[in-house]
């Protein structure tokens, strides 16, 4: 596959990188003509200088042939208009944005870029999982239906602790599908299952419906 | 016409300061305040820190009833996305955007956004002044 990257930083290196050793075809824009430089050294020539928003510098690196075009610099303004820029001028199929600012998650799909990653929303789940308080943990997205595979923990002071499942009003679209207690083998809930202290479960869920999940299983 | 500028650059601030004098409401946002000097000591309307792209400084600023928006700032892309956000999500009726490459122009002209660029309109400019008779500059 074809494959034009935007951004030759960290993680436009190590990504055109693992994308090369998967056979891929791939070119790398880069404005920094030293981190241009490193990155030809490194990897062969597959880092061309220039700005990946521009019309010019695209129709230089082949972008009307690209089957997948990715923009992954440290600016999100420029991630969204170089997305747009290979999506309408050179009806690339599939663009792929990061973002930095998670604010901006909810706008670029308005906008039309089909997949934008948050970098700084997986970091902030990754370093969550670890704290030991925390009690919700995203663990992925299910992006077309808007729903979310989440993992829960019942601290040892939660209401529900020896209640049964079917005595917990679960909220709209949010069903738990396996239940992992401390000591014992993972389970499948029923009806009659008891919630134990220190219980994890993994739960099926919305966005909008995670506070009122984490609400209904603590009983708080 | 209630009206949201974003950049308060010299552009930006003759821009709110002609609108204020012939009596529109305009709010402009930079997300440096010093910027603000820039504005003329007469000029009534609102200066509001903060960024252009983000959805709750627009609303802040107003945006939701805005009838034209501005992106004046000096990056093209901040621009074309604060130009996006204003006309997709908030459905600002006129969205007006500078755009220094004219290349890029003519793709968000074709997004449905009024994109103009300086480096064209002045190029033009000063080819037709050396073409036509040198003339007095009232000003």
């Known amino acids: ?220 | 016409m209630k009206i949201v500028i974003m950049g308060c650059g010299r552009v930006g601030a003759r821009l709110a300061g002609l609108l204020d004098i012939e009596g529109h409401s305009v709010t402009i946002m930079d997300t440096d305040a010093y910027s603000f000097r820039r504005l003329s000591p007469e000029f009534g309307g609102t200066a509001l820190v903060g960024d252009g792209m983000d959805e709750e400084s627009l609303r802040k600023a107003g945006i939701g009833e805005a009838d034209a928006f501005f992106s004046l700032t000096q990056g093209d892309n901040r621009n074309v996305m604060a130009a996006q956000i204003a006309r997709n999500i908030f459905r600002v009726p006129r969205v007006l955007c500078r755009v220094y490459d004219p290349l890029r122009r003519e793709l968000f002209n074709s997004l449905g956004i009024e994109a103009f660029s300086p480096t064209t309109i002045f190029a033009q400019m000063l080819k037709e002044k050396l073409e036509a008779e040198p003339e007095e500059e009232s000003k």
């Open chain 1, 1 to 220: 596959m074809y494959i034009i990257v935007i951004g030759g930083g960290k993680v436009g290196y190590y990504l055109a990188r693992t994308l090369l050793g998967e056979g891929h075809e791939i070119v790398v824009v880069e404005k920094d003509p030293a981190r241009t430089e490193f990155i030809c050294n490194e990897l062969g020539s597959v880092c061309i200088r220039g700005d990946g928003c521009e019309v010019a510098t695209l129709t230089e690196v082949g972008t009307g042939r690209a089957e997948m075009f990715i923009a992954v610099t440290g600016d999100d303004e420029d991630n969204l208009i170089a997305c747009q820029v290979a999506k309408h001028k050179f009806n690339v199929p599939r663009t792929v944005a990061r973002i930095n600012n998670p604010k901006n998650e909810a706008i670029f799909k308005e906008l039309g870029i089909d997949v934008a990653v948050s970098s700084t929303n997986i970091i902030l789940e990754s370093i969550q999982e670890e704290v030991p308080t925390h009690s919700l943990t995203h663990l992925l997205d299910i992006r077309d239906k808007g729903l979310e595979i989440v993992e829960l923990k019942i601290p040892a002071d939660a209401k529900t602790v020896g209640k049964k499942i079917k005595d917990i009003h679960l909220p709209p679209k949010s069903r738990l599908f396996l239940i992992i207690p401390k000591q014992e083998k993972p389970r499948l809930p029923t009806a009659s299952t008891v919630l134990q202290a220190e219980d994890q479960i993994i739960a099926v869920t919305t966005p909008e419906s995670e506070e009122a999940l984490r609400t209904a299983l603590r009983g708080s």
